[in-house]
């Protein structure tokens, strides 16, 4: 069974993708293939023309985080995360 979750906007949605710490247990994204899967789906749906790369899967996971972030700072109203 799997679940689509729609914030409202695909930034958010790719936030709920998984993550870390407690998070992990709700990962999606464990292989390059997955990231090409998550992005190939509405409302994206893009076409790959290459596999992504682990490097890109990691790129996409810190980008993932950082929304995560921001999006519960702006939430909270506190002032956005320093740079990691």
Known sequence: MS???DAGAVCLDFAHTGGEGRYAVLETLHEPADLSEW???PPLAAV???PVT???LTAAKA???A???????Q?????????R
């Open 75 to 83: 939430a909270a109203r506190r002032p956005l995360p320093p740079e």
């Open 54 to 56: 682990i490097q890109e």
């Open 63 to 65: 980008l993932r985080q």
């Open 3 to 5: 679940f689509r979750f």
């Open 39 to 41: 992005l190939s789906q």
């Open 48 to 50: 790959p023309t290459v």
């Open 67 to 73: 929304i995560w972030d921001a999006a519960h700072a």
